[in-house]
Structure formats: structure tokens, C-alpha cells
């Protein structure tokens, strides 16, 4: 049961570059979310989706793209990478029941922009 | 109203000791309020989680205490052990017709001393 899978763990990107953070699940979660983890910001909302072919802006959305075309993908794209976005990425799916919603996490890419 | 305040920034507490992690928010849409534990390399884990319409809820050495009044509410850790060391993250969320965004309070960093 492999949960999230988040590919590549680590990345170093030139300023201007492009590149593209994966994620899939297994759970057949309809939601799900990127989030970027900062030094003393906690997790901050990028993207989410809440199922295939719908994407709504979160928190912090500038600089970054996302699609949806099937249940369990849901990449997240730096168009032009900037030092600001240097940061932590982590890809969340999540299932509501009768209280509340349980997210589950990917381990998480960390990227570095020079 | 947004944002969710997390306190202290950082705790170390002996083995056996008491761990108190303290949050507040603004917003009273908020319904869900969880707890997330973070090991180093990992992504966030859910650890525990309350609705406002209860006052406290425990499992095993963990003990949320919620305060509506105050718009409060803390993770007791008893018993405190050294493999409880991560950060611990409180966050809020709504709901909506598709699941839950959250927003988290910026963490805190445990390390409990053997």
C-alpha cells in the first residue's frame, strides 16, 4: 500500500528553469492539495484539486501550475523557478468522513533554486 | 482570520515530563481541528483530532483541550518519550462540499531528552 508517492525527493533548478513535481496516490482519494513548508511558516496551500479536471488556487499560487486529469495524479509545475520558491513541497491526499477529513501525506521534495 | 497561532516555537522536555503545545485561531467557520506529527525527512502524519462540540479528547498519551470561548485549543503529551522528538503541527479547516482545506500553524519542534 504505497499511500502518496512523491517524485523526485530532491532537486536543484537554475533560476528561470522549469520543471515538474509528481504525485500519485493509490487511495482513490478525490482531493487533492500542494502545500510548501517553510522554516517557522508551517504548511502553506499552493494548489488543490477536488477531482479529475477541477483545480481551485490556494494560499500561495503564484509561479505555479497545476491539472488533474485522472484520480490519482495531480502534478505541480514551476514555470520559472525562482530562489523564493526554494522550499520543502509536499503533496496531500485526502478522504472525508462523518467528523472531519484525514490527509495523507507524501515524504515530501525538497528543492533548491540557485 | 486565517491564520492559526502555534506556540512554543520550540520545546524540550525530560522523559516522562508533561509536552504542551498551545494554538489559537480567529476564524469560528473553523469545525476541524487536527494534529499533525512530522518526523525528520518525513511528511506530516495525523496524530489526533477534535470537533469544537467536545471538550477534550484523549488517545493513549495524547490529550487535546479544546476552549470555544477562547478560540483555543493545546496537544498534551504525557509521559513524554524520546521517540515522541518530531514536530507537531495544530491546524484548522472548514468544511465544503468536496473536503477540507487546512491551515497550519507554523510548528513545533519537540525534543525530549532520554
Known amino acids: 500500500n504505497a499511500g502518496v508517492t512523491q517524485t523526485p525527493k530532491f532537486q536543484v533548478l537554475k533560476t528561470g528553469q522549469s520543471m515538474t513535481l509528481q504525485c500519485a496516490q493509490d487511495?482513490?482519494?478525490?482531493?487533492m492539495s500542494w502545500y510548501r513548508q517553510d522554516p517557522g511558516m508551517g504548511l502553506r496551500l499552493i494548489h488543490y484539486?477536488?477531482?479529475?479536471?477541477?483545480?481551485d488556487q490556494g494560499e500561495v499560487p503564484n509561479g505555479y501550475n497545476v491539472s488533474r486529469s485522472t484520480t490519482e495524479d495531480f502534478p505541480l509545475r514551476l514555470l520559472s523557478a525562482a530562489p523564493s520558491q526554494t522550499s520543502v513541497y509536499f503533496c496531500?491526499?485526502?478522504?472525508?468522513f462523518g467528523g472531519g477529513t484525514e490527509a495523507f501525506f507524501g515524504q515530501g521534495t525538497r528543492l533548491t533554486v540557485v | 482570520q486565517q491564520q492559526v497561532k502555534q506556540s512554543p516555537q520550540s520545546l524540550i522536555v525530560q522523559k516522562g515530563g508533561i509536552s504542551i503545545i498551545n494554538c489559537a485561531y480567529e476564524?469560528?467557520?473553523?469545525?476541524?481541528f487536527p494534529w499533525y506529527q512530522q518526523f525528520p525527512g518525513k511528511g506530516p502524519a495525523l496524530l489526533i483530532a477534535?470537533?469544537?462540540?467536545?471538550s477534550e479528547k484523549k488517545e493513549g498519551r495524547f490529550t487535546i483541550s479544546f476552549n470555544k470561548s477562547a478560540k483555543q485549543f493545546s496537544l498534551h503529551i504525557m509521559d513524554s518519550q524520546p521517540g515522541d522528538s518530531a514536530t507537531y503541527f495544530c491546524?484548522?479547516?472548514?468544511?465544503?462540499?468536496?473536503?477540507?482545506?487546512?491551515?497550519f500553524g507554523p510548528g513545533t519542534r519537540l525534543s525530549v531528552l532520554p
Open positions: 496531500a491526499s485526502s478522504y472525508r
Open positions: 487511495m482513490n482519494h478525490e482531493y
Open positions: 484539486s477536488v477531482g479529475a479536471g477541477i483545480t
Open positions: 476564524n469560528t467557520a473553523f469545525d476541524y
Open positions: 477534535i470537533r469544537p462540540d467536545v
Open positions: 491546524a484548522a479547516s472548514m468544511r465544503s462540499n468536496y473536503g477540507q482545506n487546512f491551515v
